[in-house]
């Protein structure tokens, strides 16, 4: 297990302590019944901004899903942040599922990208070139280079990235999130060996996305 913060995602505790206060002070002051709407909502940002503890899978050659999520592309592209020809899996997050990023590979960050963006629904392919989005350059010890690119969604304003150029991540360690429903590229060398499936649900740290050669 690899989990150095707090089961609820930091990220979320502004939103969860106002959401608990404003259900709190109508429930004492109207009651049970006014507060009920109130409650639910509690309760969606207590699950949105869940972050379980996870398995970390794989060995040094894995490349491991970045967040929670179904996969929707596997294919190959050009790589528009190395303008290189890649394999694409791409993870859909939908409001249900966990948002903390994790870093699908050990490896040094070279780079950062961030381009602002619009708000299209992120199952959609066309999310990856035109909604908000924040791209890391990841490369291995035997030199092997991941692209790992944060994508905002329809509902999802807010990227979250901690982490530069010049950072050391291990497989699966937590580098990000994104508020409220969005998407993961993984842009893989041609000679990765892809390990999953369109509609495959995958887990943060936990599915096997690749093995590089």
Not at 93 to 112: A, I
Not at 177 to 183: A, H, L, M, V, Y
Request: with cysteine.
């Amino acid at each position: 297990m690899n989990y150095p913060h707090p089961i609820i995602a930091r990220e979320g505790w502004p939103f969860l302590g106002i959401a608990i206060a404003a259900a709190l002070a109508v429930h004492l002051s109207l009651g049970a019944m006014p507060a009920f709407p109130l409650w639910i909502i509690a309760i969606f940002v207590l699950q949105f901004f869940r972050d379980p503890p996870r398995v970390i899978s794989g060995d040094a050659k894995s490349v491991v899903a970045p967040a929670d999520g179904r996969i929707v592309v596997v294919e190959e592209v050009r790589d528009p942040y190395l303008d290189r020809q890649a394999i694409k899996v791409s993870v859909f997050m939908n409001v249900f599922n966990v948002h903390s990023q994790r870093s699908p590979v050990d490896g040094e960050v070279k780079q950062r990208w961030y381009n602002p963006g619009k708000f299209v629904n992120a199952a959609l392919d066309k999310a990856s070139t035109e909604n908000e989005r924040n791209a890391l350059w990841l490369r291995t010890a035997d030199g092997q280079d991941v692209t790992s690119v944060q994508v905002a969604g329809l509902v999802a304003r807010r990227i979250l990235c901690y982490v530069d150029a010049g950072k050391q991540l291990v497989r699966g360690e937590r580098y990000g999130f994104i508020r409220f429903g969005s998407r993961l590229d993984v842009y893989l060398p041609l000679d990765a060996r892809v390990k999953v499936t369109i509609g495959e649900k995958v887990y943060a740290s936990t599915t096997v996305l690749a093995e590089l050669a």
